[in-house]
Every structure is written in C-alpha cells, then in structure tokens.
C-alpha cells in the first residue's frame, strides 16, 4: 500500500524535481507534477499543473487533493531579490497556504546550507544552530524554515526542512568533497522524511556519507536517513584538477562556500 494518496512535487521539472519525480513512485498511488511548463510525457500513475509559484490562486488550487507536497520549486541559486521574493518568499507562503486549506498533512521542503552558510566549518554545527544566512538565497530559505515551523505550532501541518549541500550528478570541486548529496541519497532522505512515524517540524542537513563531516545531523536521527553514498571515490579526480584551497578565503572557511563571496545581487557591475 503506498503511504500517500497523492503527492504534488513543485519543480518537477528541474534538477533534483526529476529524480524525485522517478524515486518517489512507490510512495503514492498519484505523483502531480508542478512545473512552469507542460511535462508533455505523463506516465499513468502522473497528472501535470501547469503555474508559476508566484499566482496565489493556480498554487492553492494546485495543491488540492494532495495528502503531501515535496516543495523543490524556486530560485536554486542567489539572484535578484525580485525573483527570490516571487519565486520562493511568495511562491512558498502560497503552497502552505494551500496546505492549509487543503488539508494537507506533510511538507518536504529543500531548504539550504545557505540558510547557515556563514558558520564557519570548524564550527560543526548540529541543526539547531542559530540561523546565518550567506545570501538573498539563504534568507529565503529561512523565511520558509520559520514559516513552516508557524504551520506546525498553528495549524498541525508536518514539515521536514531539508538543508540540502551540493545535489549534483558528482562532486564538481573540492567542497564537493565534503557537500556532495548524491541523487540516489536525495530521493532516499525525501522517502525517509515522507514515511518516518511523526516529524513535526524538523531540519535535517541533506549530505551524503562522506568521509570530512563538517556539521552534525544527530538531531534529524528520527528520519531514519542513512546515506548510503560518498564523495570519496571522486577525491582524487578532483585533487588531481583543483589548487590546494586558501583556508583563510571565505570560500573555504564558511559553510557556504563560494556564495559567502558573492556581492549584492542587484548591483549592477560598474
Ligand atoms: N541541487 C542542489 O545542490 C541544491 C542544494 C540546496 C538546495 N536546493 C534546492 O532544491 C530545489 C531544487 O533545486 P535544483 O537543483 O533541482 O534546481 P532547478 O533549478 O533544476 O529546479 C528548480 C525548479 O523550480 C522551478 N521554478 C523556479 N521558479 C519557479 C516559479 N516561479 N514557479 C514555478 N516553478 C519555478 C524551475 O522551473 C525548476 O524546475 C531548490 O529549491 C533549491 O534551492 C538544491
Ligand atoms: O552550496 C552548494 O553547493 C549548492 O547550494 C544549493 O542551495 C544551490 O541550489 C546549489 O546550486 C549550490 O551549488
């Protein structure tokens, strides 16, 4: 018996929407795909709606009839405060209100390590750490990390909050090496964070079982992840391609890497 009647995943077109979108099957009798644009290949078991997170009305009505929602739609990257405001400031309050609405029982929400980007490594945080955004980004992501701890304490709705690090098909540079989430340990921490008994509100860090760990997960114990994959068999490939880093660089020292070096997105270059 699969656990859901039917799952909405927003961004189920993107990066990671579209593992979830193969490696949640077993987990709801329907999967409904949100994306800005129409699938056009829908297996038996999938229905499509068609909207941007930034219409109030389309998002509600998008999440009706679902008994959960995997919410990966959004900016996935520090850009113009217009866009993180409608896409996922905006876009986010309308899918909880939908949930409120609709009744719907469980969120799964890709947060970021760049809602604590700013911790430095050696810091080894566990997920109770104050916030520390690195970005606009990172702001966002808080912004929904507390909006959904409100629709816990307020209105009885589960959310688990997950701070994904590096999602990519392979480590891509050196923090790779200790941020990697592979996709198969992606969809296994979705699976883990949709079927564990009770979550009420919970963060839990989204990182694969890579040999340098730089914060603490204990806290989201309860999920029942155990990441199965690891940045290790990518080490050398990358060593042998990359300087060896500057520790003194806050792209090396913080917990966000690179985005701690960005400027304010909106500044135009000179
Ligand atoms: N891949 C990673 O390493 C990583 C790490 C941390 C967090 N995340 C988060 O996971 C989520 C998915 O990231 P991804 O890597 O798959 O990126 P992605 O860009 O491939 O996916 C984002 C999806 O959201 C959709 N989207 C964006 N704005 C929208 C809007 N206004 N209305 C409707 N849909 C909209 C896009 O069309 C896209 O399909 C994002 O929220 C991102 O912040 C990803
Ligand atoms: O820090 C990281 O590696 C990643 O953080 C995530 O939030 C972003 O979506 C992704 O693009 C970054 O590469």
Partial sequence: MPHYERILITGAAGRLGSQLRKGLV??????????????????????EAVFDLADM?????????????????GAPLECEWQTIL?????????IYEGARKHGVKR?????????????????????????RPDSLYGVSKNFVESLSRLYWD??????????????????????????YLSFADCVRLVEASLTAPRVGHTIS????????????????????????????????????????PDP?????KYLGGWFC??????????
């Fill in 86 to 94: 409608d896409s996922s400031i905006r876009g986010s309050y309308h």
């Fill in 26 to 47: 077993p987990l709801a009798k329907t999967i409904r795909l949100a994306g800005r644009e129409p699938f056009g290949d829908l297996a038996p078991h999938e229905e």
């Fill in 107 to 131: 969120v799964i929400y890709a947060s970021s390590v760049h809602a604590v980007g700013y911790h430095e490594i050696e810091a080894h945080i566990g997920v109770d750490a104050p916030v």
């Fill in 205 to 244: 860090f989204g990182i694969s079982d890579n040999k340098l760990k730089m914060v603490d997960n204990s806290g989201a114990d309860h999920l029942g992840f155990i990441p199965q994959d690891s940045a290790e068999p990518f080490r050398a490939a990358i060593e042998a391609k990359t300087p060896v």
């Fill in 261 to 270: 070096e960005l400027g304010h997105p909106d500044d135009k270059p000179a």
């Fill in 154 to 179: 307020k209105f009885g709705i589960e959310t688990v909050c997950l701070r994904i690090f590096s999602s990519f098909p392979e480590p891509a540079d050196r923090r790779m090496l200790w941020s």
């Fill in 57 to 73: 009305e389309a998002t509600i009505a998008a999440t009706k009839d679902c008994d959960a929602i995997v919410h990966f739609g």
């Fill in 248 to 252: 003194t660089k806050p792209s090396v």
